[in-house]
């Protein structure tokens, strides 16, 4: 079955510091892959996805993530941290068969001043 | 556009009674998605719905938890009787379509505490 790991529980950074945020995946072919940003109290929302095509995907809110697959990777970065960003994040895989989504157990991001 | 609506937002029962969670999706949205995220845990999805037949019940622990989607709109989740690993938060997601490429929308979701 398809797995994702995301070796981070938490990580601190200082407002306006660049961040990359690791997830590593398991899947025999080429998968559909996802971050997702959880907001205290609130539903997970996406960041950004791929599918196929270009390996640097960009998404919502200044975020981009890079797929290496030579390294099982997908990467979420951003250049520079706002203290809005304070949330966790999820990766995610897409599981065989295409309908189910298999989600990583999160990275919380705490921003100091 | 309005989003995916739930109810209750928190919901604290003792073991073995039951609780109810409710779910509107996104007006147009074909798949509904329950998923469970225990405190530091991602999402597990426990059922998925597309219109009113379900698509994936795999890790529906069916002893205890029932869901349905009557007229292929909102949704309900029911466990009875709950158990003290029940404590978790559901979150309903809808998506356009069943693939996993749709984006799923997700609710602010119910935080429940079973005591």
């Known amino acids: 079955a398809q797995s994702v790991t995301q070796p981070d529980i938490h990580i601190t950074v200082s407002e306006g510091a660049s961040l990359e945020l690791r997830c590593n995946y398991s899947y025999g072919a080429t998968p559909y892959l996802f971050w997702y940003v959880q907001s205290p109290g609130q539903g997970l929302q996406l960041l950004l996805k791929y599918f196929s095509g270009d390996t640097l995907v960009q998404g919502i809110k200044g975020f981009e993530a890079e797929f290496k697959r030579s390294q099982s990777s997908f990467n979420l970065r951003k250049p520079s941290v706002h203290w809005s960003d304070a949330a966790e994040y999820f990766c995610a895989v897409e599981d065989t068969g295409g309908f189910k989504t298999i989600f990583g157990a999160g990275t919380r991001l705490f921003v100091k001043a | 556009e309005a989003g995916v609506a739930q109810s209750p937002r928190y919901k604290i029962i003792e073991k073995r009674q039951s609780v109810a969670f409710w779910c509107n999706p996104i007006?147009?949205?074909?798949?509904l998605y329950w998923y469970q995220q225990i405190l530091g845990q991602g999402p597990k999805l426990l059922i998925q719905f597309q219109n009113n037949g379900v698509v994936d019940d795999s890790q529906l622990p069916k002893d205890r938890f029932s869901a349905e989607r009557l007229k292929g709109v909102d949704s309900t989740l029911k466990i009875q009787p709950a158990k003290l690993e029940d404590s978790a938060v559901y979150l309903c997601a809808s998506s356009l379509g069943d693939r996993s490429y749709n984006e799923q929308f997700f609710g602010p979701g119910t935080r429940l505490t079973v005591l």
């Open positions: 007006s147009g949205h074909a798949t």
